[in-house]
Each structure stands twice: as structure tokens, then as C-alpha cells.
């Protein structure tokens, strides 16, 4: 069996069901945040695989995984049901994963991160994602998060493209052609 073949059938089909059920954004959120709940928490696949546990029970697992903060929609509670029932419960992560890049393409959506040293406006957040967008020629759905590690400066990541405008990665840089040079 090719994981990717049937997680990419899977996900054509719930992309498809939630089109038609008008629940497409909201379940793109839920897959999402179930993509990366499978990331957060590596013993949430673990679990999956236990024979003991019951149908019902990896179901409300895989549920409570997707949650974004709001009412589960009834696209994805009936999906997972179905995988679930189909036992494709094993594959749930690679399925969440195709569906977004599949909701992304059908929408003209990109992804992308913006990572800064501390927190700034959000005016200038916006006016970045305005310049990605004109780029791009796409919507861009931003996550801006802050990491104290990289000192000063941003990280912006869309796509294939990353530009890497932190302190710490220019000190990395200088770091390698000095010790480059040095040989």
C-alpha cells in the first residue's frame, strides 16, 4: 500500500465532501491543527496503534486533535469516523498534510512564517504579508510567532523560500567564511 497515493485519495474526498457541505476554511483549520497536534505530540500516533484501545476512542482521540478551538465540524467528525471504521486511523497525519496542500492549491493559499526576535506591530506584520502576497500573487495565511534565539532581525518562510534577516543567522554565516577561510 502507497501512503501517499491513498492519504492524497482520502483528502481529495473530504476536500470534496466539505466543499459541498460549505465547511471547506473551517476543516482546513481542523487539519491543520491536526498535522501539527501529530507533530506536538508524537505519542498521539503511538496511541492510534494500540489494539486495545476502542474505535470510538481513537475516534474521540483523533477529534480533540483536530480541535482549533471551536465546535469540531460535522465534515470532520464524520471523516474520521469513516477512516476510523476503515481503519486508516494509522494514516491520519499524511491525510491531514495532503488535504491542506490540496485546500491550498485549489484556493490560491500559500503558507507561510514569520519569525522575529520580539513581538512588533501589526501594522508592519500586515505590510509583510502584503509584499508576499503581491509576490507571490496568492493569498498568504501568516503565522507570526517570536523566538528570543535569533536575536534580532526575521525569518520569512513562504513556500519553497526562506530568508533568514535574523542576527544569528548573519553571525552563523559570517562564523562559516571565516572558519572556511581559515582552512
Same mark, same amino acid.
Given at each position: 500500500?502507497?501512503?501517499?497515493?491513498?492519504? +492524497?485519495?482520502?483528502?481529495?474526498?473530504?476536500?470534496?465532501?466539505? =466543499?459541498?457541505?460549505?465547511?471547506?476554511?473551517?476543516?482546513?483549520?481542523?487539519?491543520?491543527?491536526?498535522?501539527?497536534?501529530?507533530?506536538? @505530540?508524537?505519542?498521539?500516533?503511538?496511541?492510534?496503534?494500540?489494539?486495545?484501545?476502542?474505535?470510538?476512542?481513537?475516534?474521540?482521540?483523533?477529534?480533540? !486533535?483536530? =480541535?482549533?478551538?471551536?465546535?469540531?465540524?460535522?465534515?470532520?467528525?464524520?471523516? @474520521?469516523?469513516?477512516?476510523? +471504521?476503515?481503519?486508516?486511523?494509522?494514516?491520519?497525519?499524511?491525510?491531514?498534510?495532503?488535504?491542506?496542500?490540496?485546500?491550498?492549491?485549489?484556493?490560491? @493559499?500559500?503558507?507561510?512564517?514569520?519569525?522575529?526576535?520580539?513581538?512588533?506591530?501589526?501594522?508592519?506584520?500586515?505590510?509583510?504579508?502584503?509584499?508576499?502576497? !503581491?509576490?507571490?500573487? #496568492?493569498? @498568504?495565511?501568516?503565522?507570526?510567532?517570536?523566538?528570543?534565539?535569533?536575536?534580532?532581525?526575521?525569518?520569512?518562510?513562504?513556500?519553497? =523560500?526562506?530568508?533568514?534577516?535574523?542576527? #544569528?543567522?548573519?553571525?552563523?554565516?559570517?562564523?562559516?567564511?571565516?572558519?572556511?577561510?581559515?582552512?
Amino acid at each position: 500500500m502507497d501512503i501517499g497515493i491513498v492519504s +492524497s485519495r482520502y483528502a481529495k474526498a473530504l476536500l470534496r465532501f466539505a =466543499n459541498e457541505s460549505k465547511e471547506a476554511k473551517q476543516v482546513y483549520a481542523e487539519m491543520q491543527q491536526l498535522a501539527t497536534s501529530f507533530t506536538s @505530540v508524537p505519542m498521539l500516533a503511538a496511541a492510534l496503534q494500540t489494539p486495545t484501545l476502542t474505535k470510538e476512542r481513537k475516534e474521540m482521540l483523533l477529534i480533540a !486533535a483536530a =480541535n482549533t478551538g471551536q465546535e469540531v465540524s460535522a465534515s470532520t467528525r464524520k471523516f @474520521v469516523n469513516l477512516c476510523v +471504521s476503515q481503519r486508516r486511523e494509522n494514516i491520519m497525519q499524511f491525510i491531514a498534510t495532503s488535504f491542506s496542500a490540496q485546500y491550498e492549491t485549489a484556493n490560491n @493559499v500559500i503558507s507561510g512564517s514569520l519569525i522575529l526576535a520580539r513581538p512588533v506591530s501589526e501594522k508592519l506584520a500586515e505590510r509583510i504579508k502584503a509584499i508576499v502576497e !503581491a509576490r507571490t500573487q #496568492k493569498t @498568504v495565511e501568516m503565522k507570526v510567532s517570536i523566538n528570543p534565539e535569533i536575536k534580532g532581525g526575521f525569518i520569512l518562510q513562504y513556500g519553497d =523560500n526562506r530568508m533568514d534577516a535574523s542576527l #544569528k543567522g548573519q553571525l552563523e554565516h559570517l562564523r562559516r567564511n571565516l572558519t572556511a577561510d581559515a582552512r
